[in-house]
């Protein structure tokens, strides 16, 4: 069964600083990985991907992540937090030889604190 | 391209009654998908429609939950006979075909049974 972790239920980081958002997940065979951020009263809203390729894919707002195989993570950073990261960010997960739904994990709240 | 559209946002219901939700995808998206978010939680999985084919249906989903998308295009979510556990955010998303095809949300209907 697939299913995504994501350890922290909230993480908070100065303005300015690098943050790590972490994710880690379990699939049968190769993984699709995505994270989507939520703004209060908006819908999710798509930030990036990892379908194949370079580990280390890049999205919007200036957010990336990496794709570790061995580690099962699909961990979201930014090199620079700002204010307006503040908000919840899901991971998901679909396996790659299925074409269907999505599992989203818990979601992880990001406080950037000015 | 308008995005994801939910109809409507917010519905209040006495336990017991029948609501229907209505979700207008993105127009050249043949996927769509049914989610439910409670608070503290990740996006659950309900079902999803290739065109008008309901293709999956999850388990959380009860004989009092039923979906629709007649011509391929917009979609309803009705539920009957409403029970309090029933209340959350119901989320609606639409996509190309294809396992690496990130999804795009629209901004939820909030249901509330009293």
């Known amino acids: 069964a697939q299913s995504v972790a994501q350890p922290e239920d909230q993480v908070n980081v100065a303005e300015g600083n690098p943050l790590t958002v972490k994710c880690t997940y379990s699939?049968?065979?190769?993984?699709?990985l995505f994270w989507y951020v939520q703004y209060p009263n908006r819908g999710l809203q798509f930030l990036l991907k990892?379908?194949?390729?370079?580990?280390l894919v890049k999205g919007s707002y200036g957010f990336e992540a990496e794709f570790n195989k061995s580690q099962t993570s699909f961990h979201l950073k930014k090199p620079s937090a700002l204010v307006s990261d503040s908000a919840l960010y899901f991971c998901a997960v679909r396996a790659g030889n299925r074409d269907d739904k999505i599992i989203f994990g818990k979601g992880t709240r990001l406080h950037i604190l000015p | 391209d308008t995005g994801v559209s939910q109809d409507p946002r917010h519905k209040i219901t006495k336990r017991g009654q029948n609501v229907t939700f209505r979700c207008d995808p993105i127009?050249?998206?043949?996927?769509l998908y049914w989610y439910r978010q409670t608070l503290g939680q990740g996006p659950e999985f309900l079902t999803y429609f290739q065109n008008e084919a309901q293709l999956e249906k999850s388990r959380l989903l009860s004989d009092r939950f039923s979906a629709e998308r007649p011509k391929g295009s917009f979609s309803t979510l009705e539920i009957q006979r409403t029970e309090q556990g029933d209340s959350a955010m119901y989320l609606c998303?639409?996509?190309?075909?294809?396992?690496?095809?990130?999804?795009?949300f629209g901004p939820g209907t909030r249901l509330t049974v009293t």
């Open positions: 127009s050249e998206h043949n996927r």
């Open positions: 699939v049968s065979g190769n993984p699709y």
């Open positions: 990892y379908i194949t390729g370079d580990n």
């Open positions: 998303a639409s996509s190309l075909e294809g396992g690496g095809r990130e999804q795009y």
